[in-house]
């Protein structure tokens, strides 16, 4: 073998063992990258099992009690809202027919 075929041959041999430190870097990188992502899959997966539990321990019954009582509550809400304004109106008819007795009782 030829001085320069050797040459050319470790050469590549050093490029081969750069490629491959790359790779292991890359690896190595993507090792860890994937032991995080299982690390936060554990912690949705209990934060999961959490929410289950607690839905498991709601009152069904009570909440649609209390959402009957709101859907009540919101049209009392509502019928308060179309007496407001003959309401005003009769506040201020008595406000003037206050007023007028007023004057009237002062002469």
Same mark, same amino acid.
């Given at each position: ?13 050093s490029?081969?063992?750069?490629? +491959? ?26 934060g999961?099992?959490? +929410? ?56």
């Amino acid at each position: 073998m030829s001085t320069d075929n050797m040459a050319e041959v470790l050469r590549e041999v050093s490029e081969n063992e750069r490629r +491959v430190e790359e790779m292991e870097q890359h690896l190595h990188a993507a090792l860890q990258r994937m032991a995080r992502i299982e690390q936060r899959s554990q912690e949705t997966r209990k934060g999961v099992a959490d +929410v289950r539990d607690q839905v498991a321990q709601l009152d069904i019954a009570a909440l649609r009690d209390m959402a009957e009582t709101m859907k009540a509550v919101q049209g009392l809400a509502n019928v308060l809202g179309w007496l407001e304004r003959p309401a005003k109106w009769l506040a201020t008819m008595a406000g003037l027919a206050a007023a007028l007795y007023g004057l009237w009782s002062l002469k």
